[in-house]
């Protein structure tokens, strides 16, 4: 199946009739009534001045509205979804930045994107529910603009979504992903787990973030699965959630699925009743002994994947119907995906090296960043910037990110092989490793670590365990006891600062 369509096109799967978005406690909204407010919603950003090549950001809090609109206005425009939990300062940069033309925000919410669109002169739309169905609306607001309808139709290499990287650089990078980009992604993610039009979907990931859009809502709506769009990521309403989806799968990151199964015994039953077809994780390994708990609770296998922003989210996953090994992320799921070494050379199976990716998903470069651009592309291939190895088989297992390697006095240490280490005692519930300056060494290594409820172990029991496992220089020099590891918006571990968050100071 070629990518060589656009969004709209994507969501031609299912009869009118079919389920499309649900929600809780809404009545749902069927694929005839999506594809109306798509039109609808095309027309009102056309005759107020807004079309293709036009940017809209969303500031919609997670939810079924959030979903319709961006399936809505990614037909007539390109989409700029921002985390609705920005300040007033951030607001402001990215909708500046990315040279917004129109704001959508929810009637009667005080939003800070509301101040910073006024300062910048931006047009705000107000998106109010309709009660037709989950996530149906309108959108009112802007003056009309004389001759604007004829923006025309948006095709495959229009920009349909711009995002900003995440990471830890001090000014994120723009990535602008065209609509075959995300058609293809979505696509090879629905191709890699087999959806069809008896999936339902409950999702939990924020749709600000390509996982969410991409994985969480596109993917299984382009084969004519349903979704029902959750309020986010919330371990305790997921079992309530589950009870009224019946969903056949979710995707999450692997702090969430942790969150998930901490719940798990409690909802025995709930699990029971509503059995899954598989459960999908993306964006960071997940410890094997989490697998295998999960897999014990839902009676159901653990898809582990590999993606990100660049290139509309998926590069590799195990797959559905096959092997799967467990701490790997698998094999190539979309695009090519290689191991080069230092000199830019393909590095043979086993070797370690940077991951490098090319295909249909991956973006063409950096919106305005000549310098990030020259520096990210070598050969026609994509640098992830992640270190990892493929073995004989094509699987293919991250090491870590390559800025995040600890060089302690010339010795390179992977943090992620740390956490893994860390996470094989019983007693502790989430881990991260990271950097601490040291005077004599460069850098040493440390760890935060959160244990496990009504457990206890000290700092040298840990030590003296890691010892058995680790090499001794990447035992780590200390190891602090915390009651919540930083996350990102998406959830992911943040490593980037812990040792100033944490005030460990240079030895």
Request: aromatic share 6%.
């Amino acid at each position: 199946m070629t990518a060589s369509r656009t969004l709209e096109s994507l969501l031609r799967a299912a009869p009118d009739g079919a389920v499309a978005l649900g929600a809780a406690g809404a009545p749902p909204l069927s694929f005839g009534r999506l594809r109306a407010l798509a039109k609808e919603t095309v027309a009102t950003l056309n005759r107020v001045g807004v079309g293709r090549g036009d940017r809209v950001a969303i500031a919609l809090q997670n939810g079924p509205e959030m979903a319709a609109a961006f399936l809505s206005i990614v037909q007539g425009a390109t989409a700029v979804p921002l985390n609705p939990a920005y300040t007033l300062d951030e607001f402001e940069l990215y909708l500046k930045d990315l040279e917004v033309g129109a704001l959508v925000v929810a009637a009667g919410e005080a939003s800070p994107a509301l101040e910073a669109a006024k300062r910048l002169g931006v047009r705000v739309l107000t998106l109010t529910p309709c009660g037709g169905g989950a996530g149906d609306f309108i959108i009112t607001g802007g003056a009309a603009a004389a001759g604007a309808a004829g923006k025309g139709s948006v095709g495959p290499e229009d920009i349909a979504l711009i995002l900003h990287t995440s990471g830890t650089t001090s000014r994120p990078k723009i990535v602008p992903l065209t609509q075959r980009n995300v058609a293809a992604s979505a696509e090879n993610i629905a191709r890699t787990l087999d959806f069809s039009q008896s999936d339902r979907g409950l999702n939990i990931m924020p749709l600000f973030h390509v996982h969410g859009i991409v994985a969480g809502l596109l993917a299984p709506l382009s084969r004519g699965g349903s979704v029902f769009c959750s309020t986010g990521y919330n371990p305790v309403k997921f079992y309530g959630w589950m009870e009224e989806a019946k969903p056949t799968w979710y995707t999450a990151v692997p702090t969430m699925h942790q969150g998930i199964l901490s719940f798990a015994a409690q909802n025995r039953e709930v699990i029971a009743r509503h059995p899954l077809r598989f459960i999908r994780s993306s964006s960071a390994s997940l410890p094997v002994r989490v697998i295998e708990a999960l897999e014990a609770a839902f009676q159901a296998p653990v898809i582990e994947s590999y993606g990100m922003t660049e290139a509309a989210h998926q590069m590799a996953s195990n797959p559905l119907h096959g092997p799967r090994k467990p701490g790997s992320v698998g094999q190539a799921a979309g695009p090519e995906v290689e191991i080069i070494d230092e000199a830019g050379r393909i590095a043979p199976a086993g070797v370690a090296g940077e991951i490098v990716i090319r295909g249909e998903n991956v973006m063409a470069g950096y919106e305005n960043n000549a310098a990030a651009n020259a520096e990210s592309f070598v050969n026609g291939w994509f640098r992830t910037g992640d270190q990892g190895v493929k073995d004989v088989d094509g699987y293919f297992r991250l090491t870590g990110r390559l800025k995040e390697i600890i060089n302690r006095g010339g010795e390179k240490i992977s943090p992620q092989e740390v956490d893994a280490a860390l996470m094989d005692h019983p007693a502790v519930e989430q881990a991260v490793a990271f950097a601490v300056p040291n005077e004599k060494l460069g850098e040493d290594v440390a760890a935060a670590v959160v244990l496990q409820a009504g457990k206890s172990v000290s700092e040298q029991e840990l030590k003296a365990f890691l010892a058995e496992r680790l090499a001794p220089f990447k035992v780590p020099r200390q190891i602090v006891f915390v009651d919540d590891i930083p996350r990102g918006p998406t959830g992911k571990l943040q490593r980037a600062g812990l040792a100033q968050r944490l005030g460990l100071a240079a030895a």
